[in-house]
């Protein structure tokens, strides 16, 4: 028998994206049932840059995103490449579109990156090549140049807002909604934006202090709201979920 949260969670990533985390969620907690538990509200859309292939020239790849991955043209000359992914999913779409030379941290995130980064390649003159979005949550390129490191940074998409509309901020103000999880600032200032008023028991579940500070920016909010995962990443954005007692049934 499985049950329900009390409200739905909203989440805002793209339907490809909220799919995967639901069965990642399912995976972790089989007693919930997931399509009454989430409700998928995409605030973006994901727009690549084109003409890519003449700005990939470097000695390595660096990706932090499936996105990144994804704007590489099919039968790139790239895959020869060595590239260093941010996580374990990431490599495997690198491996899926051709790339052998694959190295990612065991713990994914963008200090763990940066340190397998700095161990690996030990000519700081070498070539990095960044494929990342118009906005990013970690200043890589900074944290690299710290280490002796030149990083070409190559813009290969952005997101485009998605208007959360009438419908669904009163659906939040009526208290039918559970809470919202953010995995970028970007989108939590463009929900912050549109929903002034929230419910006293709504969650903001929020991959990073970042994402966090937009939504304090933007509401005088108790931090009994707010819920930080301790890594920024979508496993510690699952495990947030999953240990919140508020949002079950007693």
């Known amino acids: 028998m499985t049950l329900s949260f009390r409200k739905p969670i909203i989440l805002t990533r793209v339907n490809q994206d909220n799919k995967e985390f639901i069965r990642s969620f399912s995976a972790l907690d089989p007693s919930v049932n997931v399509k009454d538990s989430f409700i998928f509200f995409p605030l973006y859309d994901i727009i690549f840059e084109k003409n890519l292939e003449e700005n990939l020239d470097s000695d390595y790849l660096i990706c932090t995103s499936r996105y990144g991955i994804h704007s590489i043209p099919y039968n790139s000359s790239v895959v020869g490449k060595t590239i260093f992914c941010v996580g374990e999913t990431t490599a495997f779409l690198a491996k899926k579109i051709g790339f052998q030379k694959?190295?990612?941290?065991?713990?994914?995130?963008?200090?763990?990156?940066?340190?397998?980064?700095?161990a690996k390649v030990k000519d700081t003159k070498a070539t990095l090549n960044y494929l990342r979005g118009k906005e990013v949550s970690h200043d890589l390129k900074m944290?690299?140049?710290?280490?002796?490191?030149?990083?070409?940074?190559?813009?290969?998409?952005?997101?485009?807002t998605i208007k959360l509309g009438q419908r669904m901020t009163n659906f939040i103000r009526k208290e039918k909604m559970g809470g919202v999880v953010f995995f970028s600032a970007s989108v939590a200032?463009?929900?912050?934006?549109?929903?002034?008023?929230?419910?006293?028991?709504?969650?903001?579940?929020?991959?990073?202090?970042?994402?966090?500070?937009?939504?304090?920016?933007?509401?005088?909010?108790?931090?009994?709201?707010?819920?930080?995962?301790?890594?920024?990443?979508?496993?510690?954005?699952?495990?947030?979920?999953?240990?919140?007692k508020s949002i079950r049934p007693n």
Request: net charge positive; charged share 30%; proline share 4%.
């Open 102 to 118: 694959i190295f990612y941290p065991k713990v994914g995130n963008a200090s763990n990156l940066v340190k397998l980064i700095c």
């Open 143 to 160: 944290e690299l140049k710290n280490f002796g490191y030149e990083v070409r940074e190559t813009i290969v998409y952005r997101q485009k």
């Open 189 to 244: 200032r463009a929900f912050c934006n549109e929903v002034k008023e929230f419910p006293q028991d709504f969650l903001f579940f929020c991959i990073s202090d970042r994402v966090a500070k937009e939504v304090k920016k933007n509401h005088m909010l108790d931090n009994d709201n707010i819920r930080i995962a301790p890594e920024p990443n979508t496993k510690q954005i699952l495990n947030l979920i999953f240990n919140e």
